[in-house]
């Protein structure tokens, strides 16, 4: 026996906590003995005007904002705008528009940064350190600068920056002036 719209309706009501979303919905339906995701939103349309009908409040509107509103936004919180992951944890954290809404209004995160008059993410050392920070660290160290593998394990235990991120910072022909100098050291 085929049911109707309004029965169908009517079977749904006392599951409607249940109707989140359409994953959540089919899992619940499944152990509940009632109709697929898949069947209300052919039957109705959609999810959101399935979940329309047996008035199901939305949970939240996702609030808009201008161009000029992220600007200003941005602004204000400029201190914060370094990379896109700093800023996801504290706009998050401060009910601030996420990144993705800054880069679905700007078309990319340095695009995003130019606007607010920043230079481009890339350009940021994410380990906080100057070259000469480096050159000053294997200057104090050059004795456990034998190699890669070695340099890494000396660098965990003791806080300093990993090769890789050495690499960042200095040529290869600085690196090697590097190893070379150990050498002579020995």
Do not use: C
Not at 18 to 38: E, F, G
Not at 65 to 85: A, P, Q, W
Not at 98 to 122: D, H, V
Not at 140 to 169: C, G, M
Request: a positive charge; proline letters at 4%; glycine letters at 2%.
């Amino acid at each position: 026996m085929k049911l109707g719209d309004e029965e169908i309706i009517q079977l749904l009501k006392p599951h409607t906590q249940a109707m989140t979303t359409v994953r959540a919905w089919d899992k619940y339906a499944n152990t509940h003995n009632l109709p697929r995701s898949i069947t209300l939103i052919k039957r109705f349309g959609s999810w959101n005007k399935t979940k329309q009908l047996l008035e199901i409040p939305k949970i939240r509107q996702r609030e808009k904002y201008t161009r000029d509103e992220l600007i200003h936004i941005g602004k204000k919180n400029i201190n914060h705008f370094s990379t896109k992951r700093r800023w996801e944890k504290y706009a998050s954290e401060q009910h601030l528009p996420s990144p993705q809404t800054y880069i679905n209004e700007f078309g990319s995160w340095n695009s995003t940064r130019e606007a607010l008059n920043l230079p481009p993410a890339s350009k940021i050392r994410k380990s906080g350190y100057t070259k000469s920070d480096i050159e000053q660290i294997l200057n104090d160290h050059i004795d456990f600068f034998v190699s890669r593998e070695y340099w890494n394990q000396y660098a965990r235990t003791n806080n300093l920056p990993s090769y890789s991120t050495l690499y960042k910072y200095l040529t290869s022909k600085e690196i090697q002036y590097y190893k070379n100098k150990n050498r002579t050291n020995h």
